[in-house]
């Protein structure tokens, strides 16, 4: 009866304790505040798999992830949510298996489906935050651009080499999108000498952690649409790991998506008129 | 003349010899003020060795889609773009996109 | 015998193919030094748990853990290794356990003991590189004390709340030392108005994954004794993450372990006439 | 009269009102040159409201051991500790040692 009229149950209150009592939490408020919210990741590899065990132990209540490749031996340098006897599993499989161990009081939907323009509005609805965890400018675009349809702030990441970027888009709608940031696709063959698509598993590691805090700053109202200003983080690990934060321009009038007069729109997403390998060109941009 | 610092992150140091941060003195083509479309010229005049490089770093005489470029950290369209008169001291780094994940 | 003359096996050049055709880590010759490479990681909680199985994944051979602590579920929302179904495991077998699957090319040793005076030099012998992930000044300074005695470097970090710090402690025996920096403990009873000690699971996890970048960047020779400087770096998750490198005074001379004359030796460690817990004093100093 | 920033780190926010960083005009007790110590001194006059709160600031006169002192990102015993004199401009960060792990 006692433990009925608690906001949580006594084992939640000994599992959050030590971050409800950090005074940036808020306690209480902001626990529930993480219980409520409802998280879509996007990729489980070398950026999802360090976020992810975050937001589940935080006690993010609602966790989707969206990744339709299987577990490589190839990967499990930085995709450390998987092991050597997950290969060939399904990665968003494998990531449910750890992460429903780490906290059952998590519910976590998996959609082993690749992401595309016909199937993302169906997976974004009913999610608060969207995180892209992907490894493709064209994912990256459309993502962005299903989040402006739907009025979604997304925590966007990337790392390649011993470096990495990070943003938040689309903040509470009012933020600038990717469209904003990348007007124009980069060309497929302007990246020929930049070296090849190798990474360092904890330079790519700690890319997605910093994901987690951004994504924690955002559910506890931390970042608000009075204190949000548009931002890009770089980091680098190696030769000094350095953190830097550029000041980005806000959301363009101009914006084909989130501007004034947007042709990028749920309709136009959805009839696949918007042709996002012929814009992005089908290279793997995976390397610059 | 003008002492600016230049950097190159995102991997685009491929290009500068594999140096990310250079220091410049500069000369506006007056000789007076020297804008970052100045220094642009200036980089891809005598900074790119290779002349196949040159793409990677410029598209239609403007720094290439897919690269941002900024001034004392703050995203170069809040600043006037290639219109940004340099002062000493001044840092402009230019960033490839990464897309890794 | 094609396999036999290869360096490693292809199942080894399959899993670490990413990390070695980034040019930092020198190919091959980088992977070779992380497969000889010995490292003791003291602490499987906060800051251990995110660190090691980049270690692991990276192919570090060898790796050793000390940590007598078992699970408990208020470790969770940042101790990532482990989970619910652990509780009341050994946390140093716990994190074996996810490592060994991660990858079987490494050779984990647990001591599931109180690191003391008495035992840290048995300990540590054998290892090159010790990780100081632990909690408390006394441990601090024993860690350091040991290791300046045996000429190991030590990545030492801590967290709290949103902010941590990392340094890279007796440097190939030339950078300062715990106590260069430190050369008087905090007296216990005057951090009684700092707030109390909750931490943020992806804050600390931050920490931790930088504590396996700089090890990754020490055993592949990116330091050297001619580019290392000493420093501090200090990490904020909360309002904006920032990340500031503060340029440090070296080994002081009149340091009582690193210095020239030094009185902190093996044999005063060794035969517990440095009374860390006296010099310490005995309050929880996890507070500040 | 100097205009510095002072920053609190690590947790020492909580005995200046949470605030991590301040922007002070400060002066000399000559009404010339201003110290880093002659900061210490200012802080501890004006900037600590409860009296207990001192201790966890200074010992023996100075900033109490576990506390680190950095002058523009520089530890300050490299750069005459109390003696420095500071500049306009310069930025003085007192940060706690954090032990958590
Ligand atoms: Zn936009
Ligand atoms: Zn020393």
Request: glycine content about 10%.
């Amino acid at each position: 009866a006692l433990d009925a009229e608690l906001p949580m149950s006594l084992e939640e209150f000994s599992r959050y304790g030590r971050q409800m009592i950090v005074e940036d939490t808020k306690g209480i408020q902001g626990q529930i505040k993480l219980r409520d919210a409802k998280v879509l990741v996007i990729g489980a590899g070398g950026l999802g798999c360090p976020c992810l065990p975050y937001l589940a132990g935080a006690g993010v209540g609602h966790i989707g992830i969206v990744d339709n490749d299987t577990v490589e031996t190839s990967n499990l340098h930085r995709q450390i949510l998987h092991n050597s006897s997950k290969v060939g599993m399904l990665k968003c499989e494998s990531a449910k298996k750890v992460l429903q161990k780490l906290n059952p009081h998590v519910s976590i939907t998996t959609y082993p489906v690749r992401l595309g323009y016909s199937n993302a509005f169906g997976i974004f609805e009913g999610y608060d935050i969207v995180l892209d965890c992907t490894d493709t400018p064209l994912t990256r675009y459309l993502i962005s651009d299903v989040a402006v349809c739907l009025g979604m702030t997304v925590v966007s990441a990337s790392g390649l080499g011993t470096e990495g970027q990070l943003s938040i888009l689309n903040f509470q709608g009012i933020g600038p999108c990717y469209r904003c940031f990348y007007p124009t696709p980069p060309p497929p063959n302007a990246v020929s000498s930049c070296q090849e698509g190798g990474v360092i598993g904890p330079c790519i590691g700690l890319v997605g952690v910093m994901m987690a805090v951004e994504t924690l700053k955002i559910i506890m109202e931390i970042y608000t649409s009075d204190n949000f200003q548009p931002f890009l983080m770089q980091y680098a690990g190696f030769p000094q790991q350095t953190l830097r934060t550029f000041k980005m321009r806000g959301k363009k009038q101009a914006c084909l998506c989130c501007g004034d007069q947007p042709t990028i729109t749920r309709a136009s997403i959805t009839s696949g008129s918007i042709n996002y390998e012929l814009f992005c060109g089908k290279r793997n941009y995976n390397v610059c | 003349m003008v002492n600016v610092k230049v950097e190159f992150l995102g991997g685009l140091d491929a290009i500068f010899e594999k140096q990310r941060t250079y220091k410049l003195n500069v000369e506006g083509p007056d000789g007076s003020t020297v804008t970052v479309g100045d220094l642009i010229d200036y980089i891809v005049q005598n900074m790119i060795k290779n002349d196949k490089d040159k793409e990677v770093f410029i598209e239609n005489d403007t720094i290439r889609p897919g690269i941002l470029t900024l001034i004392n950290d703050t995203d170069w369209e809040l600043e006037g773009e290639k219109e940004y008169v340099l002062e000493d001291g001044d840092i402009v780094s230019f960033t490839s996109t990464l897309h890794g994940g």
